[in-house]
Every structure is written in C-alpha cells, then in structure tokens.
Nanobody
Framework: VQLQASGGGLVQAGGSLRLSCAAS????????MGWFRQAPGEEREFVAT????????SYADSVKDRFTISRENAKNTVYLQMNRLKPEDTALYFC???????????????????WGQGTQVTVSS
C-alpha cells in the first residue's frame, strides 16, 4: 500500500484547507485510516481516525468540532477537512493506514502500518 497526501499549504488563521490522501491497492476499503501531525521539535500526534466503512470516527480534543475526517472507498481516498485553522495547527500532516482487515478506528500511531510522506500545513496569525 502506498499513500500520497496532498492539499497542504499556507493559510491565514480562521481559514480552511482540505487534505486528501490517495491509497494504492485493493484493500483500502477494509482498513481504518488516520491522520497524524508533527510540528517542529514535537512528537507525532494523533489528529483523527475513521473506520473502514466510514461509520465511526474519533478526533483529538484539540481539533474536535473544527476538523472532519471522511473517506470515499470507491476512490481509495481519505480526506481531512480543516476549518477555523489556528497557528497551533501548523505541522506536517501524515495519513496512515492500518493493515487490511483492521477496520476499527485507533488513536495509537503504532497501530498504523502504512504511512504517507506528509503534507505541510502552515497557519499564519
């Protein structure tokens, strides 16, 4: 499985961005997906996760009610809609996939086996 994240950029505080993550392979629809982020000098942190069919989601408290994770299994793509962005959201954002048939959401990065290369999000104040 290969993951390609895109959609990052520079935005002013209060603005919006939508990240996309395209996955290769036929098992996408059986895998839970997640978004994580890492700011300079910080550890990688959980942002959001979605179950294999999209029925269940979970968010970090810091992004709840501002970010929305979704997926289109027909397009092998997962999205992260980010609204009301804050300067503290500035980070390199990674999408990740659990192994095929591991369809349940999980907040622990160690439960994700495949990782994309990251897309930079910078929020100016």
């Amino acid at each position: 499985v290969q993951l390609q994240a895109s959609g990052g950029g520079l935005v002013q505080a209060g603005g919006s961005l939508r990240l996309s993550c395209a996955a290769s392979g036929r098992a996408f629809s059986t895998s839970a997906m997640g978004w994580f982020r890492q700011a300079p000098g910080e550890e990688r942190e959980f942002v959001a996760t979605i179950s294999s069919r999209g029925l269940y989601t979970s968010y970090a408290d810091s992004v709840k009610d501002r970010f929305t994770i979704s997926r289109e299994n027909a397009k092998n793509t997962v999205y992260l809609q980010m609204n009301r962005l804050k300067p503290e959201d500035t980070a390199l954002y990674f999408c990740a996939s659990r192994r095929p048939s591991f369809g349940e959401i999980h907040r622990d990065a160690g439960q994700y086996f495949y990782w994309g290369q990251g897309t930079q999000v910078t929020v100016s104040s």
